[in-house]
């Protein structure tokens, strides 16, 4: 095993560090990493990531030393969702984020120059997604035009995840109107739905395993249902730091490929790298269903997310995608 960097994902603690990550109020903890350090010296980088399932492709490269080959040092920064590591981004408190595409889909039509330089991983099209709206076994919610009506819960408004779920509603014959969407970090999806505070939850795994374990129903996979391989997570970082240290974003677009082709080649590492960094016993993150890990980005299917976005009216207008589109 090669030497460990420092890690920030315990799931226990996610929810208190988030505010912390996130503000856009906050002083940034940290500058834009310089280059130029002595030769020898690691590039410290800062991540925003979700403490998920998904995270373990990056835990376990971390782990194996991938990125200290390629000269960085990486911490990696709890965030609920892509979307809300932004303002981070924007103050320099961190350097590159991984989250769902329609965070930097809203920043593109606000201009605040956010850009996805790769995919990080992808849904499946077809079997055992990784990702679902589950319910309590005694909800009578069963398929998707059961959400009409009820409460169900995303780990981040106005995304991916809310939009494809209405599509979802829709297509089965349901009113997409009627759901009310509230925002539930995926750890407290669980506990939410026993108080009955939600009728249903948007989930991936390790969370959606327990719910179902527990006697849940799954309703549907939203992505598989609508864009089927849609891209789960992507990388992402600012048009700035493309600008003022390109070499920075090449190297650690570099190491995040390699990192993400070994993830795909060594399954049984990143599951261990989930059991360790997300506490949960070696047999559940055996269950896990892991996602497609890959730097390779469909383009067309994030097109196809942001005329959806208009066609639901999340926004007014699609982005301009060559520029939020800038593969490294």
């Known amino acids: 095993m090669k030497k460990s960097l420092a890690i920030l994902g315990a799931l226990s603690a996610a929810a208190l ?10 002083a940034p903890s940290a ?17 925003a990531a979700l403490p998920i399932a998904e995270t373990g492709a990056l835990w376990g490269a971390i782990e194996e030393g991938i990125f200290a080959e390629h000269g960085l040092e990486l911490e990696i920064v709890p965030a609920q969702g892509g979307a809300q590591a932004i303002p981070a981004l924007l103050s320099g408190d961190i350097q590159f984020a991984i989250g769902q595409p ?55 408004l106005g995304a991916a995840g809310d939009l494809t779920i209405r599509k979802a509603v829709q297509d089965d014959g349901g009113d997409p109107s009627a759901i009310q969407f509230v925002e539930v970090a995926f750890p407290d999806v669980k506990a939410q739905l026993e108080a009955g505070t939600i009728d249903a939850g948007w989930v991936p795994d390790p969370f959606r395993g327990q719910i179902l374990g527990a006697g849940g129903v799954s309703v549907v996979a939203p992505y598989q249902a609508t864009i089927p391989g849609l891209s ?52 559940a993150a055996a269950a ?38 800038q593969l490294q």
Do not use: H
Not at 17 to 26: F, P, Q, V
Not at 31 to 47: H, I, Y
Not at 128 to 135: G, Q
Not at 289 to 317: H, K, Q, R, W
């Open 288 to 325: 896990i269903t892991l996602p497609n890990f890959t730097a390779e980005l469909n383009t067309d299917d994030i097109e196809t997310l942001g005329a959806l976005a208009v066609e639901f009216g999340y926004i007014d207008a699609e982005p301009d995608y060559e520029r939020m589109i």
């Open 31 to 47: 500058t834009s990493p310089e280059t130029g350090a002595a030769s020898g010296d690691l590039v410290k980088v800062r991540v």
């Open 17 to 26: 560090m988030l505010a912390g990550c996130t503000d856009s109020g906050a």
């Open 102 to 156: 329609f965070g930097p889909i809203r920043a593109d039509l606000q201009d605040l120059g956010i850009v996805i330089f790769s995919n990080y991983a992808s849904s499946l099209p077809d079997g055992t997604d990784v990702n679902a709206v589950v319910a309590l076994g005694g909800s009578g919610i069963t398929s998707p035009k059961d959400l009409a009506g009820k409460k169900v819960s995303v780990n981040s």
């Open 232 to 283: 789960v997570l992507t990388n992402f970082t600012t048009q700035d730091l493309i600008d003022s240290d390109p070499e920075l974003v090449a190297d650690y677009a570099a190491a995040m490929a390699e990192a993400l082709e070994w993830a795909a080649d060594n399954e049984d590492a990143v599951r261990n790298a989930i059991a360790t960094n997300l506490k949960i016993p070696a047999e």
